[in-house]
């Protein structure tokens, strides 16, 4: 272990070996140590991988005294925080194809395609009573306000209802009404919260950016001429999409009338991607972290949520290769 008197898990049964409540940080021996924060950013399926991460930083020792989850990060940061990693990471890797389609609870009288009902009464089976305020590791959920865009750090509160509003996607799943706002995703402000893991009192900030691989990466065409195309270029781009968002395909009759046109579905995601993609890019280059984890998740596609075996082992194969630099960080940042 990196350092005597950090909180342990003991090992045992479950995904990743069995666990132990996490202590407090006021039972920890916080002597000589810096003050270690997690930045989980969004990525709807891609967050499994976050799952792979932590497991890797609990076996070489690493606990960290600051979550900030975003999203799906929001998600396995919160179990995690609340010792419920076992189970969230049980659950993902029963999830099959037909099951993901039975977790979507489809109304057309909302805000969203999703109710997210079902998804909630997951979630309150093992967390129902559980607080933010209360847990164990110092945590909190980003989240957008509607209407007005403030970024809404929900550090009180109940857990689950934290979890929803933070991974609440626009246009998928209703907004959560919470103290009298409503709130969504919070990628569209901050998908990466490392600004909130340092607020919260972290030293060292660990990010995991679940879209540092993304192959289709926006820049600027100069001088484009709408008369012409590079049809090859687009061609290639449509036609991932689909496989890329793990999503439906378009229906037969627009394939006849309009080859290769995108659905509405992938319009709605991809264009919610690349919002996230540049404000990530902004503001890791205004806020960096101490150490980016960037698992290789390409070709995972973001709703792509039974390939949750893939995710996960890319996350620990990330954290693998990321965690010399943090040991080294790690030993360098304790006090002479």
Avoid at 12 to 36: C, F, N, Q, W, Y
Avoid at 133 to 146: S, W, Y
Avoid at 177 to 190: K, P, S
Avoid at 226 to 253: H, M
Wanted: proline share 5%.
């Amino acid at each position: 272990m990196l350092w005597d008197g950090i909180a342990r898990r003991s090992a045992g049964s479950g995904g990743g070996g069995g666990v132990s409540e996490i202590k407090a940080p006021a039972e920890r021996d916080l002597r000589a140590r810096p003050r270690i924060g997690l930045a989980l950013g969004g990525g709807a399926a891609r967050g499994w991988s976050h799952i792979g991460v932590l497991r890797v930083l609990e076996e070489a020792g690493i606990i960290p005294d600051v979550i900030a989850g975003c999203s799906i990060g929001a998600v396995v940061g919160g179990c995690y925080a609340a010792s419920k990693l076992d189970e969230l990471e049980a659950f993902a890797l029963s999830l099959t194809k037909r099951r993901v389609m039975g977790l979507l609870d489809f109304h057309f009288s909302g805000a969203g395609l999703i109710a997210g009902g079902r998804l909630q009464s997951l979630l309150d089976r093992d967390l129902t009573d559980r607080r933010v305020e209360t847990l164990p590791v110092k945590f909190c959920t980003i989240a957008t306000e509607l209407v007005s865009g403030h970024e809404i750090w929900l550090t009180r509160g109940p857990l689950v209802q934290a979890m929803r509003a933070s991974y609440a996607l626009p246009g998928v799943f209703d907004p959560v009404l919470i103290g009298g706002r409503w709130l969504m995703d919070g990628a569209l402000v901050n998908p990466i919260p490392i600004t909130a893991a340092r607020a919260l009192g972290a030293d060292i900030v660990i990010c995991v950016n679940l879209n540092g691989e993304v192959r289709v990466r926006g820049t600027v065409i100069q001088s484009y001429d709408a008369g012409t195309s590079d049809e090859k270029e687009i061609e290639e781009v449509i036609e991932e999409a689909p496989r890329r968002w793990g999503i439906f395909p378009g229906t037969r009759a627009e394939k006849q009338s309009k080859p290769n046109a995108p659905g509405m579905a992938t319009v709605m995601v991809d264009a919610f991607n690349i919002t996230q993609d540049r404000i990530a890019r902004s503001r890791l280059a205004g806020d960096p972290p101490d150490i980016m984890v960037a698992p290789k998740l390409a070709k995972m596609g973001l709703f792509e949520f039974h390939r949750a075996q893939e995710c996960i082992t890319l996350g620990r194969q990330a954290t693998e290769r990321a965690l010399p630099d943090i040991l080294e960080l790690l030993q360098e940042s304790q006090p002479r």
